[in-house]
């Protein structure tokens, strides 16, 4: 997945925040602009599991980071900077 990502143009940290499972993906069309920030927390719960809704939570926000950039990309091609960041 993240090896796609960078092919498209999206900036990809492993290990963000000197935490071994994390990451962070970015996405920057020019200088300056707003940034928009979308959190995907996926963890699970001693003996419950992912009862607690994260794995949904996590998937929904990239869905959503992905949409929010392709259509910002088609939008504003021309326009304004921005960032997305996951």
């Keep these: 997945m993240f ?3 960078k092919l498209d ?6 290990s963000a925040y000197e935490l071994e499972t994390s990451f962070e993906i970015e996405y920057t069309h020019k200088a ?3 940034v928009v920030v979308f959190n995907a ?3 699970a719960l001693p003996g419950i599991g ?7 939570i996590a998937t929904s926000s990239i869905a959503a980071f ?3 950039c392709e259509t910002l990309k088609a939008k504003y091609k021309h ?3 921005f ?3 996951l």
């Excluded at 143009?9 to 492993?14: A, I, K, L, N, S």
């Design 50 to 56: 992912h009862a607690c809704g994260h794995n949904l």
């Design 66 to 68: 992905i949409a929010t």
């Design 79 to 81: 326009g304004p900077g």
């Design 83 to 85: 960032t997305v960041r």
């Design 32 to 34: 300056g602009g707003r």
């Design 3 to 5: 090896e796609s990502l």
């Design 9 to 14: 143009g999206y900036c990809v940290h492993r």
């Design 41 to 43: 927390e996926y963890d």
